[in-house]
């Protein structure tokens, strides 16, 4: 139990003394590279003697530092390698004053496969998971790198192996970049796989790659472009749709309307990173407005916090949105265009002009 003395003018102290079955290595990391870490970190000064830790500062941040370590602790009991990853997503969890303990967050197990076990990272991660178990229907929406169409699929492989459902659909709308079809060459397969790549990329990671063309040409695990779900009524089947911030309004009624019986319907995608023509409005933009207020349709928000990347994909997701607010405020009344990257083709194309 920490032990604290507060002299009316000198920073408190704090005592933290490790559990008994914890090495100090194992807590502070090689030759202390989590200690630097947690120093950084935090505005109060720590010292280690045995197992015993002091921590000198503000009541407030000796109080985040015991917590800190106690869920480190607790994540040590769980059977964790303590890494930098673990300081940083424990500490913005207790800072975010939430209930849930971040030591419970990090060690839900999603899926092990080849000695790697998936996981949450992030209390929003948590939450988006939780809810895919929970709701027939849930959306991500968040910028890159915060892991929502990863998770989805980890999920969507959970269910599969414990036959929950019967068969893995994945699906991405076949726009990128202004890019049209017809335009490209090769046969219709060689054109939209590209597309689809990020998708196979990420079944890779979780599913034994020698299984996954048996998998495939079984019909247990389809990957296809939206516009091949049109006209299907899909039962028993954990379904993906990617990249949704590039369907119209009407494609996404399509979509989720392929609904079927023991199905569960996960749709992803980033408002911020629409990919339509100028002018097109964006299915996954109106969505919410549209489905608002019906039961078991859940709409999950992960935000740059939740950013599991580099450090700099998070900065840099932040410095577009303040760009975008400003761009916005600038030109007060201006029609929303279909996106930043639907806007600079347009300039584009006038300038070719």
Request: overall charge neutral; proline content about 6%.
């Amino acid at each position: 139990m920490p032990e604290s003395a507060t002299p009316q003018s000198a920073p408190t102290v704090t005592r933290f003394v490790v559990p008994g079955p914890h090495s100090m290595v194992s807590l502070l990391g090689h030759q202390d590279e989590l200690l630097r870490v947690i120093e950084q970190a935090l505005h109060s000064d720590i010292h280690v003697r045995g197992n015993e830790i002091t921590i000198t500062g503000e009541p407030a941040e000796n109080d985040l530092a015991v917590r800190l370590f106690t869920e480190l602790s607790a994540l040590l009991d769980a059977g964790a390698v303590l890494t930098p990853q673990h300081v940083d997503h424990s500490l913005r969890m207790l800072r975010s004053g939430e209930a849930e303990r971040p030591a419970e967050v990090l060690t839900l197990n999603i899926l092990s496969t080849r000695g790697r076990t998936i996981r949450p990272k992030t209390l929003n991660q948590k939450r988006y998971v939780d809810a895919i178990d929970a709701h027939t229907i849930v959306f991500g929406i968040g910028p890159a790198g915060t892991g929502k169409t990863y998770l989805a699929m980890a999920k969507a492989v959970q269910y599969l192996q414990a036959k929950k459902v019967n068969r893995i659909i994945l699906t991405r709308p076949a726009v990128e970049a202004g890019e049209r079809l017809g335009y490209l060459p090769g046969t219709l397969y060689e054109k939209i796989d590209p597309y689809l790549r990020p998708l196979y990329d990420a079944l890779h990671d979780m599913v034994d790659p020698d299984s996954i063309p048996r998998l495939i040409q079984s019909g247990t695990i389809e990957v296809a472009p939206l516009a091949y779900m049109r006209g299907r009524t899909l039962n028993d089947a954990f379904i993906i749709l990617d990249e949704a911030q590039n369907t119209s309004p009407e494609q996404m009624k399509m979509f989720l309307t392929r609904l079927g019986f023991g199905a569960k319907i996960v749709v992803t995608g980033d408002i911020t990173q629409v990919d339509l023509p100028a002018g097109t409005l964006s299915g996954l933009r109106v969505v919410r407005e549209i489905l608002d207020g019906i039961e078991d349709v859940h709409f999950a928000t992960l935000t740059s916090t939740d950013v599991v990347r580099h450090r700099l994909v998070s900065e840099i997701v932040d410095a577009y949105s303040r760009w975008d607010a400003a761009i916005g405020t600038a030109q007060p009344g201006k029609p929303q265009a279909a996106g930043p990257r639907s806007a600079a083709r347009a300039t584009t194309r006038r300038d070719r002009r």
